[in-house]
């Protein structure tokens, strides 16, 4: 396994690292909606921190524009659901750093770009466990030995 996409040492009990793709799950009726508000609730009772990278406000943007755009949701139920995450209790990092990992983890793990990479360099950065709805990218990471990577599903 290459340095960059080590295991995180002493995994964080207070934060979780989320993707766009599992927020998305929150506001929207779609496969696992019920299994991402479940873990969300916990993820409150229990005080976690949700963290992700800047860009994920970026990602959620685009994709809920995309499914107003090939009318899946009207205007209104886009911006609503943009401003239900927007407003909700995740905090945005941004690092060099966090560029610099995000490089190393896309080469290591030959990612064609590096948006997934980014949540995983801040999971490792913050000792913490990443959980996506992305079933192809838990895959990659399976293959790979990351095991704290997590998917909705599981």
């Not at 793709?21 to 976690?48: C, M």
């Not at 943007?61 to 949701?73: C, D, E, G, H, P």
């Amino acid at each position: 396994m290459n340095k960059s996409v080590v295991q995180p040492s002493s995994l964080q009990v207070n934060k979780v690292c989320i993707d766009a793709s599992l927020a998305l799950k929150w506001v929207l009726p779609e496969i696992y909606t019920d299994k991402a508000q479940e873990l969300l609730r916990n993820w409150i009772t229990k005080g976690y921190a949700l963290i992700a990278p800047t860009l994920f406000i970026f990602e959620v943007t685009s994709a809920l524009r995309n499914k107003v755009y090939r009318q899946i949701i009207t205007q209104e139920e886009g911006f609503s659901a943009l401003n239900q995450i927007r407003h909700g209790r995740i905090e945005f990092i941004f690092s060099q750093n966090l560029v610099e990992r995000a490089w190393a983890i896309s080469e290591d793990l030959e990612l064609p770009t590096a948006y997934d990479a980014f949540y995983l360099a801040l999971a490792k950065e913050e000792d913490c466990e990443f959980w996506t709805a992305d079933k192809n990218l838990v895959k990659i990471l399976k293959r790979h030995k990351i095991r704290w990577a997590k998917w909705i599903g599981e």
